[in-house]
């Protein structure tokens, strides 16, 4: 890794210009003050909160049927009515500002520690290594290092010079703290347990610090036991072995791939801040900007729960949007790079929140819809919400279940392991059967639809009134999650030999589904009709859910494809791309449209004007600095933006450089995953592809396509090499 480094030549003056450090399990942000250092500290579990199945409301099946009639005669005024009062969750879920039993993930606390130094020390130089996650501060007379180790579950800090003047302070609401000599043990309850245990010693002209936190969820064991084990095994460890080990556990994994794109040696020697500031001539930004993409979903998808909306790293106790996991986008396009960047084994605490939500989602599918099979709405926390939200506009997304699915079958193509296949088949066939008993017959067209049903989260005018109502019979989102899903787990019976009749039932309902249609801007519909939208450039694009994440829009369906190009510049000349997320994912459908120089003007959007001097993403655009909020989907789905300009597989096809902008005329990247269990490495100069390697299955057949230019082969291909 070339580009594998954040630097600044001063502290952090706000949390979101500090440095992330994380195991997947425990987070800390460094703010590397001069006479004070603050360190910002996380769990993954510390969720307010609790298990609660009462969201679901029977009102909702009760009147199903009539909000069904009301939208099916076209009175979308009067059904949206009674959806607002109906077809909601009871509770207020995450829109409870106080957290209730939704609950919020939260800070575990903050860790000041009082340094002899005078603010004008000089020399100041703030870093963070993401090759080797390990953080560091050094002026005058001090240097301090950060690292959180995975093997021992342990944050650690080691400071030198004036090191045992140092005085630690730990602050965090509605706690026991007792502290000893070199000792502060913090419990709290909320309502379930939760420690903070921080122990600190000297040795020669160095203190140490060590800090783990642990709570009682889904553990029989208590969270103070645990935490006073792992300290005494962390303390009794050497630190530069701990430190050894967290460098090499950071450099295999984030080694495993790599990429190199055109930079400047002087730009890239800039601090980062600055860097930032000249991001549209700064094109080494961008291999930095993937680098530290696969860095923070290594540092906080590696527990028991997945990355949330702000991955790991949390300063508040009632989050933005409960930093849950919303599922009609977010948590998904925080794993897009996972298969593509060889980090495979990050998804897996996203299958085991799939896990749960199936689950859960049996008794929310039984009770708002009559139906068998399990769904999940619009978001879920670590129990496994799965009810409507408060209001049908982001709630009625019926849909979002199916669409964690996607990550099932992207592990199969990219592996080729029958094993996630059988392993995930009941989940598979549970929403599958949801949805043959939820989807009814459109009495105006014949067709099988999702309704009542939203596009995310947009409104669309009443013909009628031109009031702004989210509601309809199968908008062109659930269109396209469920003619991917329903062939998927037909196709998964088949392989597996089981469940022929059903297969069969899939196929015949998927048939029947809506087509796409093409409206009137010569737009890809979002809805069944073609509305007019109350926000044309609304920061959801969920009806190109066709073109990406699936495959189901390609150059092979050129009239859909030049549709959906034609909803983008619909969507950008009116405003859209003013979330972080939202701009990530404009990134990818150029990539997907073959418009490199287009995608890469977004991902330089997404530089300049929703990024943080840590390169945090954020949003909304338009909100004052101090109000703005990080998501980490945005990081993440830029990253993957970046993977998809250079490399895709979605189409049957290896294509390489399907999107390469002029900026990168020349680069290279080695080892990517691609589709059909392929390894693929490519190097190119003038825009060119001059070598290429790619490693398939053994006598599997494989199609690569590159400039004018395809080749079919089996296994194994070379060019150049």
């Known amino acids: 890794m070339r580009e594998n480094r954040l630097w600044y030549t001063r502290p952090a003056q706000t949390w979101d210009e500090a440095l992330p450090l994380g195991n997947g399990k425990l987070g800390m942000m460094v703010f590397g003050g001069i006479a004070e250092e603050h360190v910002q500290l996380n769990e993954e579990s510390i969720w307010s909160g609790w298990e609660f199945d009462g969201y679901d409301s029977p009102h909702t099946r009760e009147h199903l049927d009539e909000i069904r009639q009301l939208i099916f005669s076209g009175q979308y005024v009067r059904a949206q009515e009674l959806s607002d009062k109906y077809h909601i969750s009871r509770g207020r879920g995450n829109g409870d500002r106080y957290g209730g039993a939704f609950g919020s993930y939260q800070t575990a606390g903050d860790l000041y520690i009082k340094l002899p130094f005078e603010e004008t020390a000089g020399g100041y130089r ?33 400071l030198s010079g004036g090191a045992k003047e140092a005085a630690l302070r730990y602050e965090r609401e509605n706690v026991l703290k007792i502290e000893e000599d070199n000792e502060i043990l913090v419990m709290g309850c909320i309502p379930q347990k939760f420690v903070v245990l921080i122990r600190h010693r000297d040795e020669d002209d160095c203190k140490y610090i060590y800090v783990t936190a642990a709570t009682a969820y889904k553990t029989d064991r208590d969270p ?29 994994l984030l080694g495993r791939v790599s990429l190199s794109l055109p930079r400047s040696e002087e730009l890239s020697a800039l601090p980062t801040d600055e860097r930032l500031e000249r991001a549209g001539e700064d094109v080494g930004l961008s291999e930095l900007y993937f680098n530290y993409g696969r860095y923070l979903l290594l540092s906080s998808s590696r527990g028991k729960l997945p990355a949330n909306l702000q991955g790991i790293w949390c300063n508040e106790y009632f989050a933005p949007w409960s930093a849950d996991y919303h599922i009609n986008i977010n948590i998904q396009m925080i794993y897009w790079l996972a298969e593509v960047s060889d980090l495979p084994e990050l998804v897996e605490p996203f299958f085991d929140l799939i896990r749960t939500i199936a689950a859960s989602g049996e008794k929310t599918a039984r009770v708002l819809y009559g139906c068998p099979g399990w769904v999940a709405h619009f978001t879920t926390n670590p129990w496994g919400y799965t009810s409507l939200g408060v209001m049908p506009l982001f709630g009625a997304c019926v849909t979002a279940g199916a669409w964690c699915l996607r990550h099932v079958k992207d592990r199969y193509l990219f592996s080729g392991d029958v094993g996630i296949l059988r392993e995930f088949y009941p989940i598979l066939r549970g929403a599958a059967e949801f949805f043959l008993s939820f989807l009814v017959r459109d009495p105006r067209s014949g067709y099988l639809v999702t309704v009542p049903a939203s596009s995310p989260e947009n409104y669309f005018l009443d013909p009628e009134t031109k009031k702004p109502v989210n509601l309809s019979a199968a908008p062109t989102s659930d269109v396209g999650v469920l003619r991917e899903i329903l062939p998927f787990v037909a196709d998964t019976a088949d392989l597996l030999g089981v469940d022929a009749d059903f297969a069969a039932e899939l196929r015949r309902a998927c048939a029947q589904l809506p087509p796409y249609r093409i409206g009137k801007y010569g737009q890809l519909m979002e809805w069944s009709e073609d509305f007019d939208e109350e926000d044309p450039g609304h920061r959801h694009i969920a009806h190109l859910y066709a073109l990406h994440p699936s495959d189901q829009i390609t150059r092979e369906t050129p009239a859909l494809f030049e549709a959906a190009k034609k909803t983008l510049e619909r969507r950008l000349a009116h405003g859209s791309g003013h979330t972080g997320w939202s701009r990530a994912w404009i990134v990818n459908f150029y990539a997907r449209l073959f418009d490199g120089n287009a995608a890469y003007g977004h991902l330089t959007a997404l530089y300049r004007t929703c990024t943080f001097i840590n390169l945090f993403d954020y949003h909304p655009v338009d909100w004052p600095k101090e109000d703005r909020l990080f998501q980490l989907d945005g990081n993440l789905g830029g990253a993957a933006g970046i993977a998809e300009m250079l490399l895709q597989s979605h189409a049957g096809v290896i294509e390489l450089l399907p999107a390469l902008p002029d900026a990168w005329p020349e680069g290279e990247f080695t080892d990517w995953k691609a589709r059909g269990g392929c390894t693929v490495s ?40």
């Open 126 to 158: 703030r870093e963070l290594r993401l090759d080797r996650g390990i953080a560091s501060v050094e002026y005058e007379g001090a240097r301090r290092e950060f690292f959180v180790s995975y093997e021992y579950n342990t944050a650690v800090i080691r």
């Open 224 to 252: 103070l036991e645990v935490c006073r084990e792992t300290l005494a095994r962390a303390m009794a460890a050497d630190y530069e072995e701990m430190k050894r080990g967290t460098r090499e556990y950071f450099s295999s």
């Open 682 to 721: 490519a190097r190119w100069k003038d825009g060119r592809i001059v070598s290429c390697r790619i490693d398939g299955k053994e006598g599997a057949p494989y199609t690569v396509r590159w400039g004018g230019e395809t080749h079919t082969f089996t296994g194994s291909f070379r060019y150049g090499v």
